[in-house]
């Protein structure tokens, strides 16, 4: 079974200092990955995606995220934060069976940024 | 055009209503989801439709019940909930293959009372 862990429920950093967020997963198989971004009361955005490509994968607003297969880590990155990147960090995986293929959610990370 | 709209944006129903969420999408997505999201933690799966056909329910109980009535289209129809259903109710779509990413909406606050 596919899953997703995400080893930081909260992450603080001050503005203009590197991000880290850190997602481990579990597959059978070479796994499809996301990363999902929540702001407060919204929906869920796309950051970046993996799908067997580049194991380097850059997102939106700076993020990017490294798949190490050795490692079976996809951690989610940044190098300098901004204010505005305080929110619900998700680490997701898709789960593919016979039923179909849906995306599982790890229990997220809190990014919290000061200033 | 990459937006997946839900109505309403709010709810409040109490435990006899009967009500209903919307969700549509004009991506030619294929596939289309709900998820349930309580305060501070993850989304939750509970349907998924493939070509309109229901492929995955999360054992969800049957006070919910999806429905698709086409390819743009996604509903949830709600009866007898309780207090503790009340969550934020997410719809999303993606194309109906493996390795794709899905589009969300901003979700439905829903609360019983």
């Known amino acids: 079974a596919q899953s997703v862990t995400q080893l930081d429920s909260h992450v603080s950093v001050s503005e203009g200092t590197p991000v880290l967020l850190r997602c481990n997963y579990s597959?059978?198989?070479?796994?499809?990955l996301f990363w999902y971004v929540q702001h407060p009361n919204k929906g869920l955005q796309l950051l970046l995606k993996?799908?067997?490509?580049?194991?380097l994968v850059k997102g939106i607003n700076g993020f990017e995220a490294e798949f190490k297969k050795s490692e079976t880590s996809f951690h989610l990155t940044k190098p300098s934060a901004h204010m505005s990147d305080a929110a619900e960090y998700f680490c997701?995986?898709?789960?593919?069976?016979?039923?179909?293929?849906?995306?599982?959610f790890g229990k997220g990370t809190t990014l919290s940024v000061s200033s | 055009d990459t937006e997946v709209t839900q109505t309403p944006k709010h709810l409040v129903m109490g435990m006899t209503n009967k009500k209903s969420l919307k969700c549509e999408q004009h991506?030619?997505?294929?596939?289309m989801y709900w998820y349930k999201q309580k305060a501070k933690k993850p989304p939750e799966l509970m349907f998924v439709?493939?070509?309109?056909?229901?492929?995955i329910n999360e054992s969800v109980p049957s006070r919910f019940s999806p429905e698709c009535p086409n390819s743009s289209l996604l509903n949830l129809h709600l009866h007898a909930l309780q207090p503790e259903d009340s969550a934020l109710y997410l719809c999303?779509?993606?194309?109906?293959?493996?390795?794709?990413?899905?589009?969300f909406g901003q979700g439905t606050r829903l609360t019983v009372v």
């Open positions: 999303a779509s993606s194309q109906a293959r493996l390795n794709t990413e899905a589009f």
């Open positions: 597959s059978s198989y070479s796994p499809s």
């Open positions: 993996y799908t067997s490509a580049a194991t």
């Open positions: 997701v995986v898709i789960r593919a069976n016979q039923a179909g293929t849906a995306l599982i």
């Open positions: 991506m030619g997505h294929r596939a």
């Open positions: 439709y493939s070509y309109e056909k229901l492929s």
